[in-house]
């Protein structure tokens, strides 16, 4: 299904589960979770739409997609679907490598919680900008170690955790490079949550696709980026319908 330019795959979570049990190992992969503030930007930027397209499974990561089509997208949270790709990868004896957040504490508490046994390797990295589809870092001697250390650690899944926009473009940039790497996600701030930095909303709450209301009130600085999801977002995309109505029926 594609929402604002943005392909969004209809799959469930049991079928994303299956989709990277049965990866092969002979070929490289990206997955993204697109979300309603990821798809404005998207819509706004045609180089991270182009971006996010190019994924090889882009998963809904947020409720308003879901909700405002009717369902025929399932949601799968994003923090979840983390621990599901690590218990995977555990599964298929491989290891994980872990690269952002910006904090050594959450890189290490996020690596006890999801196993010590499944992370090869974590780095923070330097920091990094966006620009048109491309990131830039500032200090590029520290980022060409860090592909050598992500190369040399082994791991055959990348977990890229720099922020949207930049941790896509990263990946799609990059992942040529590691040849050992079959799969690198995208995943926000899901090693945030992980690692009990950020406390989750609670389950009532999740159920009820409350989440971004949550955060808001712990974190009112998100204003911001909840009036892009929530707002934006769905008059973007009311109006896209209404101007493909026209369209159809002009025609």
């Not at 969004?8 to 079928?15: K, N």
């Not at 045609?46 to 025929?72: Q, V």
């Not at 799609?172 to 909303?201: C, P, W, Y």
Request: charged share 25%; hydrophobic share 40%.
């Amino acid at each position: 299904m594609e929402l604002l330019g943005t392909r969004i795959d209809q799959v469930t979570r049991a079928e994303a589960r299956d989709w990277v049990l049965q990866l092969p190992t002979r070929r490289q992969h990206s997955l993204f979770t697109p979300n309603s503030e990821m798809l404005v930007d998207a819509y706004r930027d045609a180089a991270f739409r182009d971006i996010l397209n190019s994924g090889d499974l882009n998963i809904c990561d947020s409720s308003g997609p879901e909700m405002l089509t009717f369902r025929k997208l399932t949601r799968i949270p994003g923090v979840d679907f983390v621990k599901d790709v690590v218990a995977i990868a555990k599964q298929k004896e491989q290891r994980v490598f872990l690269l952002g957040t910006q904090s050594h504490e959450v890189l290490e508490r996020a690596s006890l919680a999801l196993g010590k046994d499944a992370v090869s390797g974590m780095a923070v990295g330097p920091q990094y900008t966006y620009h048109k589809g491309t990131v830039f870092a500032d200090d590029l001697a520290l980022h060409r170690q860090i592909i050598k250390h992500i190369q040399t650690s082994g791991a055959s899944v990348l977990l890229v955790a720099l922020g949207h926009k930049k941790q896509e473009a990263w990946i799609h940039q990059f992942q040529n490079e590691l040849t050992s790497v079959t799969l690198a996600m995208g995943v926000g701030g899901s090693l945030d949550f992980i690692s009990g930095k950020v406390k989750r909303a609670p389950k009532l709450m999740r159920i009820l696709r409350a989440e971004s209301l949550y955060r808001l009130c712990r974190e009112p600085r998100r204003i911001a980026r909840v009036y892009k999801a929530l707002i934006t977002f769905p008059l973007l995309l009311i109006w896209s319908y209404a101007f493909r109505r026209k369209k159809n029926i002009d025609t």
